[in-house]
């Protein structure tokens, strides 16, 4: 199988460097895709030297920041164009540990989406504030609650997705972004008749730099499962079209 890891970037660099050579070191012997969003601290640069000397490294700059969700849905285009098996979506601050990559890529073998899970057995999440532990636990369960998804954790970004899945989500016409998108693409997956599981995985708060989340991000998360459980999702989409 061929795998491909995708990592949209903001202010990464001082976690980088480790990241790249844990991901390409992973036994899965994925390739790893860098987004950048033209990163004031020179994460885009810092990933080009790397690719000078890793040939399984890739780069996309983008001129500014532009979101997480129009990253991934470029990143995972891409994958599809160059003709890859599966692809991996992980933050690039540590909080999704290469560690894991294995046991992705080995549930990807009987799931067309397997989420990498932060309550899967309780809680395992290490660092955060209680504050931000509560407020994460309170969105999942509102998310599960309003579309219905059959997953404890609706927002996880450390996620695998086969091939067939994202022929079937229909890529381009999600129209979310940040942790909207992780819903939105959970629920496409599901809505397109496709099955999902869950692997449990210790989620460990950044290792460097600042977080990007903003309140009006966490606001609009709010309204997206109404969104999915309305159906405005599939509004002048085609969805469902597009065989795999
Ligand atoms: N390319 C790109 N990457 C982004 C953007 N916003 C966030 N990211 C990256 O997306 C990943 C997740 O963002 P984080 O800031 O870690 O968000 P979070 O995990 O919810 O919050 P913290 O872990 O507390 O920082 C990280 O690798 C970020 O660098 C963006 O607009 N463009
Ligand atoms: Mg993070």
Redesign the pocket.
């Known amino acids: 199988m061929r795998v491909l890891v995708v990592?949209?970037?903001?202010?990464?660099r001082d976690n980088l460097e480790a990241l790249v050579a844990a991901v390409l070191g992973s036994p899965v012997g994925a390739d790893y895709l860098i987004?950048?969003?033209n990163s004031p601290d020179g994460t885009g640069r810092l990933a080009d030297e790397i690719a000078a000397r890793e040939p399984r490294l890739h780069v996309r700059h983008?001129p500014g920041?532009?979101?997480?969700g129009t990253?991934y849905r470029e990143a995972f285009t891409w994958a599809l164009e160059q003709g890859y098996d599966a692809v991996i979506s992980m933050?690039?601050?540590w909080?999704h540990d290469p560690g894991y990559l294995p046991a992705l890529v080995e549930a990807a073998a009987r799931a067309d989406l397997v989420i990498g899970s932060r309550y899967l057995n309780g809680i395992s999440v290490v660092n955060w504030e209680l504050s931000r532990l509560i407020l994460s636990t309170i969105a999942n369960t509102y998310a599960r609650t309003i579309t219905g998804l059959p997953f404890r954790d609706c927002t996880s970004?450390f996620q695998c997705l086969t091939r067939r899945a994202l022929h079937r989500i229909g890529l381009a016409a999600i129209g979310t972004s940040g942790y909207s998108f992780l819903i939105e693409l959970k629920y496409r997956v599901v809505k397109a008749g496709l099955g999902g599981v869950e692997v449990p995985i210790v989620f460990t708060?950044?290792r460097a730099g600042?977080?990007?989340?903003s309140k009006a991000e966490i606001a609009r998360s709010m309204v997206t499962p109404w969104k999915m459980r309305l159906g405005f999702w599939e509004r002048g989409t085609g969805f469902g079209g597009d065989a795999a």
């Open positions: 990592t949209p970037t903001y202010n990464e987004v950048d969003d983008r920041k532009l979101g997480l990253a933050d690039g601050d909080s970004g708060d950044r600042a977080s990007k989340i």
